[in-house]
């Protein structure tokens, strides 16, 4: 069982950057990924980043690569998305989501927070 919580969006500017938090209470062990989604109105719910725990690796939405770094602390069991650059297109509702294997879909992420709003101007 695990309850994350998103903080850290906000309105920013084309060009800008906003660091998300996606903070966890709970354990289910070290053996699972976080991810990163985002949704927009009237839109799917699109992959973004995802990070597994035990090792650090990531993957990154093609969209977002080099703009967009997911990094993980394990004292505080958080985990941050550090977006740069941010374009209008970056606009939507952003959501952490944990899951037992490193995936981009989305139905395999058992748990998900309760979204924070990032909305970039031009």
């Known amino acids: 069982q695990v309850q994350l919580v998103e903080s850290g969006g906000g309105l920013v500017q084309a060009g800008g950057s906003l660091r998300l938090s996606c903070a966890a209470s709970?354990?289910?062990?070290?053996?699972?990924?976080v991810g990163w989604f985002r949704q927009a109105p009237g839109k799917e719910r699109e992959f973004v980043a995802t990070?597994?725990?035990?090792?650090?690796?990531?993957y990154y939405a093609d969209s977002v690569k080099g703009r967009f770094t997911i990094s993980r602390d394990n004292a505080k069991n958080t985990v941050y998305l550090q977006m740069n650059s941010l374009k209008p297109e970056d606009t939507a509702a952003y959501y952490c989501?944990?899951?037992?294997?490193?995936?981009?879909?989305?139905?395999?992420?058992?748990?998900w927070g309760q979204g924070t709003q990032v909305t970039v101007s031009s």
């Open positions: 990070i597994r725990w035990s090792d650090g690796n990531t």
């Open positions: 709970g354990r289910t062990g070290s053996r699972y990924s």
């Open positions: 989501a944990a899951s037992r294997i490193l995936t981009i879909n989305a139905a395999r992420y058992n748990f």
